[in-house]
């Protein structure tokens, strides 16, 4: 079953973007529970999984037959997970609205696509900016700075909600901070966002502070604190 993404509109879809962005823009990457309750994105892509309404058992128990008995599954908002769900680890993160970011193309950066794979993932396990699999790349534009030829930083979208495009995996290597790589990055992907008529977006964890503060003089501006919660679902 594929449900529609409902009558949200404005910044109300990042409420719950997840959800939004499987049921729209991404729905060709999108697994559905049983009773179209609850949904995740393909293993490859993405690890965070959805439910249509989280106050909703009846979304849980679809989320839960998705998944299987006793799997780990990553949901992210203000949850409350039901009796019989375990908790294994919450991430206090926040959510920021681009919409007041100045977008502005990087003539340096290049398009990164799957056979970039194998150096993105490597990029990403020594600076570990969040989740990055074998197909996240097929989400959404990622761009790339090189210095004589290796990969030193990039950036990419993830969720993409309607009217929004998250951007996810900025990241740059230890050996090249302090040149305003992923400042340059961010903005170029804002720019590719904004050229198809959507607004950035970003989360952050809430106690990456030195990234909070580089986004918030970026023009970012704090929307809401949601929790990235992992959690398994009952035996």
Known sequence: MSP???????????????WAALTGTHRDFAEF???GLAARYTPDTSPFAALADPLDPRAWADLAELAGPGQEVW??????????WQTLVEVA???????GVRAVAAPDAVPLGPDNVPEMLELVGLT???????????????????????LVAMAGERMRPEGWSEISAVCTHPDHRGRGLAD?????VAAEVRERGDQP??????????????YGAMGFTLRRSPLFVGVRTPA
Do not use: K
């Open 201 to 214: 977006f970003l989360h952050a964890a809430a106690d990456n502070t030195g990234a909070v503060r580089l």
């Open 33 to 35: 529970a049983p009773a």
């Open 4 to 18: 529609e993404s409902g009558t949200l509109n404005g910044s109300e879809v990042l409420d719950n973007p997840v």
């Open 75 to 84: 949901v992210t908002g203000l949850l409350t997970p039901p009796p019989g």
């Open 93 to 99: 993160g926040v959510q920021l609205d681009g919409r």
């Open 128 to 150: 570990r900016p969040g989740p990055f699999l074998d197909r996240t790349v097929e989400l959404g534009t990622y761009l790339g700075i090189r210095h004589e030829g290796r």
């Open 184 to 188: 340059r990055l961010v903005r170029a």
